[in-house]
């Protein structure tokens, strides 16, 4: 599995900024797939997951209600819509993929949960 992700920059407090995530190598019909974040001098956290088949989505409190998660399974490729953002949100983020796993209430969260990596993209939040 590789992965791809896009779509970084520099936003005003306040603004919108949607990344994208492109995989490629394998299917993903039982996978999770998700966002993670690691800002200057912090551990990576989780911010946002989403189940492949069922596009359940879950969440980080800190980005519930801010930032939605999608995928189009025709491009094989996920998204992460993120408004009303804030400097804290400041951060490489990084997109990620489980191996398969079919149980639809498996919701991880936790990096090493997380098998395939792809390279981070910079948001820069101005205050």
């Known amino acids: 599995v590789q992965l791809q992700a896009s779509g970084g920059g520099l936003v005003q407090a306040g603004g919108s900024l949607r990344l994208s995530c492109a995989a490629s190598?394998?299917?993903?019909?039982?996978?999770?797939m998700g966002w993670f974040r690691q800002a200057p001098g912090k551990e990576r956290e989780f911010v946002a997951g989403?189940?492949?088949?069922?596009?359940?989505?879950y969440y980080a409190d800190s980005v519930k209600g801010r930032f939605t998660i999608s995928r189009d399974n025709a491009k094989n490729t996920m998204y992460l819509q993120m408004s009303t953002l804030k400097p804290e949100d400041t951060a490489v983020y990084y997109c990620?993929?489980?191996?398969?796993?079919?149980?639809?209430?498996?919701?991880?969260?936790?990096?090493?949960?997380?098998?395939?990596w792809g390279q981070g993209t910079l948001v820069t939040v101005s205050s």
């Open positions: 990620a993929a489980t191996a398969p796993r079919p149980a639809e209430l498996d919701l991880p969260r936790w990096k090493n949960e997380f098998a395939y």
């Open positions: 190598g394998s299917t993903f019909s039982t996978n999770v």
């Open positions: 989403i189940r492949w088949n069922s596009e359940y989505q």
